[in-house]
């Protein structure tokens, strides 16, 4: 493992476990969010791990020289047409089978996606700026495309891992194996938005896209895992097919 990549994670889960083992020492004695709003200052440092430590270790391994390269290198927005309608298709192409397998509620109006993507960086999106700006692509340089983002999901899901036993946040008391195999399938579908477009722009807008998707059609968890299963399946041929077709037209191309 690179230099960068293990200056990475030894940020990413030093600051994830400080901010939501905060959390965590509260749930165990009883205190959920809920109970108090304070405790949102260690768990939002925790979700932000992953973009802190992207550019701490960026910084420090001369890789940026200050926080605008670094945004820059994050919002590179100018992409073609194409790229954008790949990260909205395959968002949609990901929430689909669960809906029809597994069934799902009504939660936010369709229109509110308007404002809920934007939200979405600070709740998900920004990770990208660490998983496939860094970690990804710093694996793919020594392992396969299939390898590093093997790696990756598996690093993505294991980190996840406290937010299941933090009252009072979504994940607490749901299906930690499901949602490793939605991670699973995002890996391949966010590792193909990286390897044909180059952008981490690209993945932040994916990222913020599902989540959004998945605040206004909320999966029901009964036979949750059949539906999920099919997703990933789906979306990493997906994945795949994207990549092949991309190495022959280079439709992504800037």
């Not at 109006?109 to 809920?116: E, H």
């Not at 933090?166 to 390897?195: D, P």
Request: proline share 2%; net charge positive.
């Amino acid at each position: 493992m690179s230099k960068l990549n293990k200056n990475y994670l030894s940020f990413t889960f030093l600051i994830m476990l400080i901010g939501w083992g905060i959390c965590l020492l509260c749930s165990f004695n009883g205190t959920s969010l809920n109970d108090n709003k304070w405790l949102y200052v260690p768990y939002l440092l925790g979700g932000w791990s992953p973009t802190i430590a992207s550019y701490l270790s960026l910084r420090s391994n001369n890789k940026v020289a200050d926080i605008k390269e670094w945004l820059k290198n994050c919002f590179d927005l100018k992409h073609n047409i194409f790229s954008y309608l790949m990260v909205a298709i395959m968002a949609i192409i990901f929430i689909l089978p669960q809906c029809f397998i597994s069934g799902y509620e009504n939660g936010a109006p369709i229109f509110a996606i308007i404002v809920m993507i934007p939200m979405m960086l600070v709740m998900g999106g920004l990770e990208e700026a660490g998983w496939r700006y860094i970690l990804q692509t710093e694996l793919e340089k020594k392992y396969s495309f299939t390898i590093s983002t093997i790696i990756v999901s598996i690093i993505w899901w294991l980190w996840h891992l406290p937010l299941f036993y933090i009252q009072g946040v979504g994940q607490h008391g749901q299906n930690y194996f499901a949602f490793g195999i939605n991670v699973f399938g995002l890996s391949f579908a966010l590792a193909s938005i990286r390897k044909n477009t180059g952008s981490v722009w690209l993945c932040i807008l994916f990222h913020c896209i599902v989540n959004s998707l998945l605040g206004i059609y909320v999966i029901n968890d009964n036979d949750n895992i059949r539906g999920n299963i099919t997703a990933a399946i789906i979306v990493i041929l997906c994945s795949y097919a994207l990549v092949k077709i991309n190495d022959k037209i280079k439709i992504f191309n800037k």
